[in-house]
């Protein structure tokens, strides 16, 4: 878990309403909080990518009950929404994180990242996260990654990977491969940090023979 101070997933919340409500849980008038949740991932507490759809809910601030904003409408008619998505840290989020980690990893592996390099991250990063990623925060990602430390980049991927679709982790090293050839041939350097990285994802050194030939063709 500590893996994740420095590349996580934290939902950003924006208060959109307050007042009071019946609330169904209580059985009583309350005060509640409307309260738009959007998954961001995060480098170093900063939020960087939004991840996925937000969700809005309404949140008792007695009970702390979570409601669907229609119990505002129609009190009573609506149902707890119990799926936590306002406290849990989206996987998703966590991947992408996690994969912003990587990237990184491998443009710093040689050196300063070069603006190709910090353009192909957020190319990269953009398909990963299914919105875009703009280059200016990718920028402040790479500036918070300690240059060379593949190993922790390596921890954090993994753990983040566990229980994804293998199609998922040849999609990161699709990544990985592109990003470490942003500016021509991929330095030794480089090209050892994705196959380490490539391992930590369990892709073997034939599978990642195999990306690589379907890149180039
Ligand atoms: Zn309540």
């Not at 998505?85 to 991947?95: C, F, V």
């Not at 990893?105 to 192909?120: F, T």
């Not at 299914?130 to 993994?158: I, K, M, P």
């Amino acid at each position: 878990m500590p893996l994740f101070l420095f590349f996580g997933a934290r939902n950003v919340r924006r208060t959109l309403q307050q007042g009071e409500f019946h609330c169904p849980r209580c059985r009583s008038v309350q005060r509640f909080e409307r309260v738009y949740a959007q998954p961001h991932a995060h480098v170093y507490f900063i939020p960087l990518f939004k991840v996925g759809q937000g969700q809005e809910y309404v949140r008792c601030e007695q009970c702390r009950t979570r409601f669907h904003p229609s119990v505002l409408g129609s009190p009573g008619a609506a149902v707890a929404d119990r799926d936590g998505s306002g406290s849990a840290a989206d996987p998703r989020a966590r991947l992408v994180a996690a994969t912003a980690a990587a990237l990184s990893a491998v443009a710093l592996a040689d050196g300063p990242a070069s603006e190709a390099e910090i353009e192909a991250i957020a190319r990269e990063l953009s398909d990963v996260a299914g919105a875009r990623v703009a280059v200016e925060d990718v920028r402040r990602a790479v500036a918070a990654t300690a240059a060379g430390d593949v190993e922790r980049a390596a921890r954090v991927v993994r753990a983040a990977a566990v229980g994804e679709r293998p199609e998922v982790r040849e999609a990161i090293v699709t990544a990985l491969l592109r990003v470490s050839a942003a500016e021509g041939d991929p330095s030794p350097a480089a090209a050892a940090a994705v196959r380490q990285l490539a391992g930590a994802l369990d892709v073997t050194p034939t599978h990642l023979r195999g990306i690589v030939a379907d890149l180039s063709v």
